[in-house]
């Protein structure tokens, strides 16, 4: 329940001093701030968790998966704000890190695609929707894993919804 989170969030941050007052900086601070990011996101206060995962950020020191993750992390509160070129801005430097880490034909690379698919959608940029939605089908269809279809599911749903929105005019 709430009690736990608040109990969770209490603990981050006294850890945090912790840290602080040990003058260990780096991975243990991008990661508290990461997460104190989270606790504040899952409480709605949005600012906040936009705040730690700056801070996270910036303590990420060039570390590829750290920057992709605070990145998705900022493009998940930009949509719940619908401040959708801003998700689409973060959500693109997520991507860019994940493709320095992972195979591009991997499931995770195609839910990022979808997740671009479904911000172009949000901006109503319906063509570049159908792009990045197409890309995620490729690689999806290409991956037999179950996370894979899990994922097509949602592919064919957000091309479904994109072509309903082309065809109904505004």
Same mark, same amino acid.
């Given at each position: ?62 570390? #590829?998966?750290?920057? @992709?993750?605070?990145? =998705? ?5 930009? *949509? %719940?704000?619908?401040?959708? &070129?801003? +998700? ?36 109503? #940029?319906?063509?570049? @929707?159908?792009?990045? =939605? ?5 690689? *999806? %269809?290409?991956?037999?894993? &179950?996370? +894979? ?22």
């Amino acid at each position: 329940g709430l009690g736990s989170l608040k109990e969770s969030k209490d603990t981050f941050l006294r850890a945090l001093e912790r840290v602080k007052s040990n003058n260990r900086l780096g991975f243990y601070n991008q990661f508290l701030y990461n997460n104190l990011g989270i606790m504040f996101k899952d409480e709605g206060d949005f600012y906040k968790a936009e705040t730690y995962y700056f801070k996270a950020l910036n303590e990420a020191n060039n570390n #590829d998966r750290a920057i @992709a993750i605070c990145q =998705n992390n900022l493009m998940e509160v930009y *949509l %719940l704000t619908e401040q959708y &070129d801003k +998700a689409l801005v973060s959500h693109k430097k997520s991507l860019d890190h994940w493709l320095k880490l992972k195979d591009p034909n991997s499931a995770e690379i195609g839910k990022s695609y979808l997740n671009l698919a479904q911000i172009y959608e949000k901006l109503k #940029d319906f063509d570049r @929707a159908l792009i990045e =939605n197409a890309k995620a089908k490729r690689i *999806l %269809l290409s991956d037999k894993s &179950d996370n +894979a279809r899990l994922l097509l599911a949602r592919v064919f749903t957000t091309e479904g919804r994109i072509y309903g929105a082309i065809s109904i005019p505004d």
